[in-house]
């Protein structure tokens, strides 16, 4: 609150004006604001401030250069300050409101008392101005000027109190009072002493009225000081640039006022003065403080103190830097108010004694009052500091109780890395007593290869910003007493400097990690490396200092005949066998490469090359090693105490430039099983032509496919004849495949990519429904022979082809019995007999007849022969093409046929090409054949002219001889031939 007391009128002016006292409230403290600051706020907050600055600047020089003018110098004395006082007023109540629009309760209603303040002191200093400068007279004592000046004080009071931290407790608002009062009582007693005294003496002669409106102004300066005092130091931190900034305003405020009631000063004074310019920055520092504090307001800047020179830690030593410890200033200043106002007092009352004025009542009973406040305040803060200092005991215990009852251990390291506490389940944890560990340096109890990493780990930690990164995780090696390394985790805390840890032992979780982490790369049964782990290897040996190594190479091994050990003496002599195995080729394997199972009986091999850049002596160095793996892994396994014999099938792959880990393993992967289907028990080198093949016939199954759904196959058939007659007895159905590009694809392509692809179980079921629906049209229009249709057992098994779809077929289609035969191919010892036996008898069941497709070239063709229902033999063209030539196979193939005989079979020979082998056969007793020297495949429009026809010229005479090596021009096999043209 400013004020202007009586002053003397300028002579020649105002000849009727009476002198008056006058108050200017400018401003009002700030308060704690709730709200977030604004992002982006910074800049906006700077241009204000430049823009208060400049205005405050600009008032200030005008007020020192006089304004050119005494008329406009009154005018900004008078009305300049009611402007500024209004817009405060108006900043502060549009703020109070937007606290309802902002999502609060209800207005603000501090800033609700300080708008109200400052209208106040506007309509004041607009009374003065009306009065000065308008009806150019002195304003009358008293006036309502008054009135609007000593309202200005009480609201801003009680908007101290609304803003300041309430007390929770009654003590606490005693002592908030004994405090006011001690500030207060003491500024009166000084201010008493000094003037107020004076003033008051000189107000009686001019009346009641008079001097209680004199004494009425410094009064409530003084209330008002002593507020902004004592609750200065209990505001809430929520926003302290708006508190500080509406505190700077009142105390520019209260200074001016202080400055004003010095008598020079106050003899001297007329409106437009530099004291306004303070009034006047006043106003507009609380007008700005609401709006211009908050987007200013962000987050405070961490003060981050690094270590001294001194305090560094040394080499291999665990030293944190020091960090500061502050009390902060404001409670500092708020234990020493009740001293600083009774020195105020004592001031006061030393002022009087030295002057030798009399000592007045009003400052004995201000400062016995004063004396009695001080007593009780420090009684009740006695009793405070006693109630804190048990609470603080039960405290210290229960911290005391919690830390030695905890089963972590809990110890505190001093900045030079010394530990001063250590609890005592150091005892359990460590084996060592707290007493012995306590003074020793934390840096000798951890492994000298975790040392370094612990170091720059709390170095970084104690570097880091406290509020990013309280608290942080270290794991290492601890020397227990037993000389034992211990996993020790611990979490460290900042301690005045130094490092709280908190610790446990985490051995044995460490351990069962690393034994899940081994577990994952490693197989259960022979321990060696899995696929995992053996292929992070491999591109690790390629993406390494070995990456332009051309002798590095890879083998992939492949146990043969690994399946029949389980089938015939058990799954736990297989893994016993593959354990042995293993446990050959990982002391087979030089100790810088890696032996590892990828699954199964699969087993894989890393080598590291030795620089050699000669690519003949690299092969020839890898095959050594692979030729012996071979071997050693070939020899006879004691499994039970018996001898076990399997071979090995083994695949290389060079690493050459471009080629990744998952291309190079893929590439002994295929020369792999180019040994296995090359005989088996070998070692094979990858080509770039096996990946060619694997692509052609990758290319032909998915073209094969498209061919399946667009009809580009057809069923051909080729005449089964009577050797005696010539009649045709029967036709073999075969699919041929002519693509939409015009290409043709023999059998001997596409069923051998059928086999292997998915779509062989589809292409079979297609080929038997074409055939029966063919052979059926033909029944129909007379033509009675039998269709035979050649399938795998594998397919006859095939869940997707059950035993009644094949009845259905034959009913849907009235294909009567016996017209359909069922060529059984081969003899897969991979499927049961048992299963197939008991399919073949229900197709026996149905009218089928089945003839054994292929025979004389499986081991197992013997067996089938024995247990199967077979109505037909069919000689494995093998047997056929050398019946003329090798006295050997004529033997064979006379033996087979006199089986076949003896067991009252039909027999047929597939892949009759010439007369001689027609001679030779119907000689052994072979009854029917199929072949080039009869007809190749046919159409459906030429196999019925050759059923009309009915019957094939057969050649005559007797058998020629047998000519071992003769050699004679023979046609193409039926299996190459190409579709006649339709």
Not at 842 to 870: C, E, H, K, T
Request: hydrophobic share 45%; net charge neutral; glycine share 10%.
């Amino acid at each position: 609150m400013a004020r202007r007391y009586r002053l003397p009128a300028p002579a020649g002016r105002y000849p009727e004006a009476a002198p008056l006292a006058r108050s200017r409230p400018v401003s009002a403290p700030g308060a704690v604001l709730t709200r977030p600051p604004m992002a982006g706020g910074g800049g906006t907050g700077m241009v204000s401030q430049l823009v208060l600055a400049v205005v405050c600047a600009g008032y200030a020089t005008g007020a020192f250069l006089g304004w050119g003018s005494e008329e406009l110098a009154l005018i900004m004395g008078d009305f300049g300050l009611s402007a500024a006082a209004l817009v405060a007023a108006v900043s502060c109540f549009r703020y109070a409101r937007s606290g309802a629009t902002e999502g609060e309760n209800s207005f603000r209603p501090a800033w609700l008392l300080f708008s109200f303040s400052s209208a106040m002191a506007a309509c004041g200093n607009g009374v003065w101005g009306w009065y000065e400068v308008v009806l150019q007279r002195g304003v009358p004592t008293p006036s309502p000027a008054d009135f609007f000046f000593l309202c200005f004080a009480p609201p801003a009071i009680v908007g101290l109190l609304v803003l300041a931290k309430r007390p929770v407790t009654k003590a606490g608002w005693v002592c908030l009072a004994l405090d006011s009062w001690l500030i207060g009582g003491s500024l009166l007693t000084l201010s008493w002493s000094l003037a107020l005294a004076r003033t008051a003496r000189e107000g009686e002669g001019e009346g009641v009225a008079h001097a209680t409106l004199t004494l009425a102004y410094p009064l409530l300066d003084i209330v008002l000081v002593s507020m902004v005092l004592a609750l200065h130091f209990r505001r809430s931190s929520a926003n302290r640039s708006a508190v500080n900034t509406a505190i700077a305003a009142l105390a520019l405020t209260v200074l001016c006022d202080a400055l004003f009631t010095s008598p020079l000063l106050r003899e001297h004074y007329r409106s437009g003065q530099l004291l306004d310019a303070g009034w006047f920055a006043g106003s507009l520092l609380l007008a700005y403080a609401p709006w211009g504090a908050r987007r200013t307001s962000g987050p405070q800047p961490r003060v981050q103190t690094a270590a001294p020179r001194d305090a560094r830690p040394a080499a291999g030593r665990v030293r944190p830097n020091a960090l500061p410890v502050t009390r902060p200033l404001a409670s500092s200043l708020a234990a020493l108010t009740p001293y600083l106002a009774a020195a105020v007092c004592t001031l006061g009352i030393l002022y009087n004694v030295i002057e030798g004025h009399r000592v007045d009542r009003m400052v004995v009973l201000t400062g016995c009052t004063v004396v009695l406040a001080l007593v009780v305040r420090q009684g009740i803060m006695l009793l405070d500091n006693i109630a804190l200092t048990h609470e603080l005991a039960q405290k210290e215990n229960h911290f005391r109780s919690l830390v030695q009852g905890s089963s972590d251990v809990i110890m505190i390291a001093a900045p030079t890395g010394i530990l001063r506490y250590v609890s005592p389940a150091a005892a359990g944890v460590y084996g060592r007593d707290a007493e012995e560990l306590v003074g020793s340096e934390l840096a000798s109890l951890i492994h000298p290869e975790d040392l370094g990493r612990v170091v720059h780990e709390v170095r970084r930690f104690l570097a880091a910003p406290p509020a990013e990164e309280p608290t942080t995780r270290i794991e290492c090696r601890f020397k227990s007493g037993t000389g034992e390394w211990l996993n020790v985790e611990s979490t460290v805390n900042r301690h005045q400097g130094g490092l709280i840890l908190n610790s446990r032992d985490v051995t044995e979780r460490v351990r069962l990690q690393a034994q899940l982490e081994h577990n994952a790369e490693h197989d259960p049964l022979t321990d060696l490396p899995n696929r995992a782990l053996f292929t992070k290897r491999v591109r690790k040996a390629l993406g390494g200092r070995r990456n332009s190594d051309p002798g590095t190479a890879v083998l992939f091994i492949d146990l043969d005949g690994f399946k029949q050990v389980n089938d015939t003496i058990g799954h736990q002599a297989g893994d016993e066998l593959l354990i042995q195995a293993a446990r050959r080729l990982q002391d087979s394997v030089r100790a810088g490469d890696t032996a590892a199972r990828l699954g199964g009986d699969e087993f894989a091999a890393l080598i590291l090359g030795d620089g050699t850049r000669d690519r003949s002596a690299r092969e020839y160095h890898v095959r050594e090693i692979a030729d012996r793996l071979r071997l050693t892994l070939s020899q006879p396994y004691q499994i039970d105490g018996n001898d076990v014999r399997v071979a090995a099938s083994i695949g290389v792959a060079f690493a050459e430039p471009g080629v990744g880990a998952g291309e190079l393993l893929r590439n002994a992967d295929l020369a792999m099983y180019r040994a296995k289907k090359g005989g088996k028990n070998r070692v094979e080198l990858y080509a770039p032509q096996m990946q060619a093949e694997v692509v052609r016939k990758s290319e032909l199954a998915a073209r094969m496919r498209t061919a399946l759904n667009e009809g580009e196959f057809a069923v051909l058939h080729q005449p089964v004849v009577d050797l005696t007659t010539g009649e045709v007895s029967a036709v073999a159905a075969q699919a041929r495949w002519r693509s939409a590009q015009g290409i043709l694809f023999t059998p001997a392509e596409f069923l051998r990519v059928a086999d292997e692809s998915e779509r062989a179980a589809e292409l079979g079921r297609w080929l038997l429904e074409e055939a029966v629906e063919l052979a059926a049209e033909r029944m129909r229009a007379g033509h009675d022979a039998p269709v035979s249709v050649r399938l795998s057992a594998r397919r006859l098994l095939d869940k997707s082809m059950p035993l009644g779809s094949l009845e259905a077929l034959l009913t849907r289609h009235g294909l009567p019995s016996g017209a359909l035969i069922i060529e059984l191919a081969d003899s897969d010892p991979r499927i049961s007999f048992d299963e197939l036996e008991r399919r073949l008898v229900g197709l026996r069941r149905l009218g089928v007849r089945i003839a054994l497709d292929g025979f004389g070239s499986g081991y197992a063709a013997i067996n089938a022969l024995r247990r199967l229902p077979i109505d037909l033999l069919k000689l494995d063209r093998g047997l056929v093409e050398g019946v003329v030539e090798s006295a050997r196979l004529h033997k064979i193939t006379a033996g087979l046929l006199r089986i076949a005989c003896d067991l009252g079979m039909q027999s047929v020979a597939d892949g009759v090409d010439v007369p001689e082998q027609v001679l030779a056969l119907r000689a052994m007793g072979c009854t029917h054949g199929q072949g080039m020297a009869f007809s190749g495949p046919l159409d459906e429009y030429r196999l019925r002219r050759a059923l009309v026809r009915g019957e094939y010229p057969v050649p005559g005479g007797a058998a020629l001889p047998v000519l071992s090596g003769r050699s004679r021009p023979m046609l193409s096999s039926n299996n190459e031939t190409p579709v006649p043209p339709t």
